[in-house]
């Protein structure tokens, strides 16, 4: 941990992770929310929601940020998809960590000043993610973690550097794969797949009613896929030992190179 907190370029990484989040946050709840306008005395307008115009929103915006920052941070912007790379030891405990505060900074900060530019909208819940009628929290919760796996079983499958057969663009499909989480859960839970996503918006609009269903379905989905992944799919070699190793001290070849070197190994790029 210490070794990796002196690190210039982890630091590097925990910004890029805080502002690429803000980022994608902004661009895609206030997509959501844009359907609302314009609003006319009280009343907003009458459209009904596109689901695949925001599916679409939050699936490019994940990937032109992956795209963005994936050779700084790895573009996790996620702690599901954090812990997933977590337990499949590619990141150390700490570095998880600071990640997902940078995570959840990032997404109130980006929900607090969208708050500001929708703040003509009556009732904005600014992207709040809730059950719909007739759907209970098992229900939800199940959704959640069927969204939540997929979107990091593409991620560990996308990003793995044993892979040889990896070609196109690895943020691309990683977007796609939030599209397709969204096309799928929006109906249901307003998708949440994104712990920190959700928080963001919970926090701002101060509603925290079945908020629980947002951690833990997200958390079961990303764990169950890495274990999925690293035990079933495509078993690593690594032993204990160097499992706890890079827990504690984080992968050598991530930080082996300092300045501005750019040459240093991250996740989002598949080799």
């Known amino acids: 941990m210490a070794s990796e907190f002196k690190k210039k370029m982890f630091w590097r990484a925990v910004v890029a992770e805080f502002l690429a989040m803000s980022l994608f946050i902004f661009i895609s709840i206030g997509s959501a929310l844009g359907f609302s306008f314009p609003v006319v005395g009280n009343k907003t307008s ?12 939050f699936g490019l915006s994940i990937a032109t940020m992956a795209q963005s920052v994936g050779h700084i941070s790895g573009a996790h912007l996620n702690p599901a998809v954090t812990l997933g790379l977590l337990l499949s030891c ?13 995570q959840c900074l990032g997404a109130v900060v980006a929900t ?5 530019v929708t703040s003509s909208l009556p009732n904005n ?3 709040l993610n809730a059950l719909s009628d007739g759907v209970n929290a098992g229900q939800g919760l199940g959704i959640e973690i069927i969204a939540t796996l997929q979107l990091v079983l593409c991620v560990l499958a996308t990003t793995d550097r044993r892979r040889t057969d990896v ?31 959700s928080f963001g918006s ?5 509603n925290f009613e079945n908020h629980w269903i947002f951690w ?18 495509a078993p690593r070699s690594s032993d204990l030992t160097d499992r706890v ?16 070197d750019m040459n240093s190994r991250v996740e989002m790029k598949p080799k």
Request: charged residues 15%.
């Open 46 to 57: 009458t459209r009904s929601q596109d689901n695949v115009k925001v599916s679409l929103a």
């Open 90 to 102: 590619q990141i150390s405990i700490f570095k998880a960590l600071m990640y997902i505060i940078a």
């Open 112 to 116: 607090a000043i969208l708050s500001g």
């Open 125 to 127: 819940l600014l992207g």
């Open 167 to 197: 070609s196109g663009s690895a943020p691309l499909a990683i977007g796609l794969s939030v599209a397709l989480g969204h096309l799928l859960a929006i109906d249901y839970t307003g998708c949440g797949i994104n712990p920190a996503r």
């Open 202 to 206: 919970a926090l701002i609009a101060n």
């Open 216 to 233: 833990v379905g997200p958390i079961i989905g990303g764990a169950s896929a890495a274990l999925i992944y690293d035990f079933i799919l």
């Open 245 to 260: 190793k890079v827990w504690t001290s984080g992968q050598v070849e991530e930080y082996d190179l300092e300045g501005d």
